[in-house]
């Protein structure tokens, strides 16, 4: 029996970030995260399961257009998932999987949280075994090993783990028609980054400022979830900018240091600042890359998306804003045409 579904699922960017596993095999966090998901930046995944299937096929659209097989990199934590999942429904069979991103990938835009988070709903879904709420969607889609998959199941403004401090648990502080911040994300290089966070997490405790960090994050926890309630700007941004730096001041100062930031990166943390001085209320947050995203109320950001798109270091910007998180959709990412690519592999 064949059976096939497609999910979206949208990226986020995390305001207090997950940097640093207790457990990496079970993806457990060091400490909570918060994070806004996005609108515009997303993950499609089309899943076609085989019951009686073999050999798993996984096939990527690059940015250029083309949908060929993906480089084992990418195809080999897919499959691993795949596995998981299997596993988990305890049936056999294979999938086809097609998957494109709408911004690039692995350049510090959380495309594995979006890209994990529409496989695991996609193929459970093939599978007819949906998850039963939140939780168990953002349990299964973090075993993939992105931490941040967890928190890509829900919409507006999510925190994981809750404070009952529960990894197996996600909570949504507020829908994303709360408050309708915006996200200019400043793209100061496409390429995947060098360093992959899962190399981040498990470097992070060699730092000597892991640990002041972590004590610095329950009061910036509370303040950040306290800005978002009375939908308070500057105390949000203030928080999210220290949270930045400190975090890839951690990366920085790890044994061996990790440098995510390029010219373009200070270029666009400078510009932000000269922005506020100028009384535009708009602050600056880093994921795991170079990419600068400039969060601001949605008033103000047009004026921050001129600035940012004008700036020499910056390729070109990428206007996203909080969303409602992943949804099924009917129109299917269609097979590659070219018939060496539909021949099934060998399993490994
Ligand atoms: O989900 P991972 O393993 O790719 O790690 C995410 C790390 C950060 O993006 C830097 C922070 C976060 O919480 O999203």
Known sequence: MQVRATFIAPSNIAFIKYWGTKDADRVVPHNPSISMT?????????????SSGTADQIFFRDQTGSLSRAEPSFARPVERHLDQLRRRCGTGGSFVVRTENSFPTGAGIASSASGFAALTLAALKALDSSPKNA????????????????RS?????????PSSGDPERVEQLAKASHWDLRDVVAIVDESHKGVSSRAGHERAPTSPRFSPRLKDLPERLT????????RDIEKLGEVIETEAIDLHHVAMSSRPPIY???A????????????????IPVYATI???PNVHAICPAEVEPAVND??????????????GVGDGPYETSEHLEAPESPELIEPVEPA
């Open 307 to 320: 600035a940012l798109a004008a700036l020499p270091t910056v390729r070109r910007t990428l206007r996203d």
């Open 264 to 279: 373009g990166t200070l270029e666009t943390l400078w510009t932000v600042r000269s922005l506020r001085r100028q009384g």
């Open 38 to 50: 996005l609108r515009n930046c997303v993950s499609k995944c089309t899943v076609s399961y085989d």
């Open 153 to 161: 199941v829900l919409g507006g403004y999510v925190r994981w783990p």
């Open 287 to 289: 994921d795991a890359g």
């Open 223 to 230: 303040r950040v979830a306290d800005a978002i309630r009375k």
């Open 135 to 150: 939780n168990e969607a953002s349990s299964l889609a973090r075993r993939s090993g992105s931490g941040s998959a967890a």
């Open 260 to 262: 995510y930031w390029n």
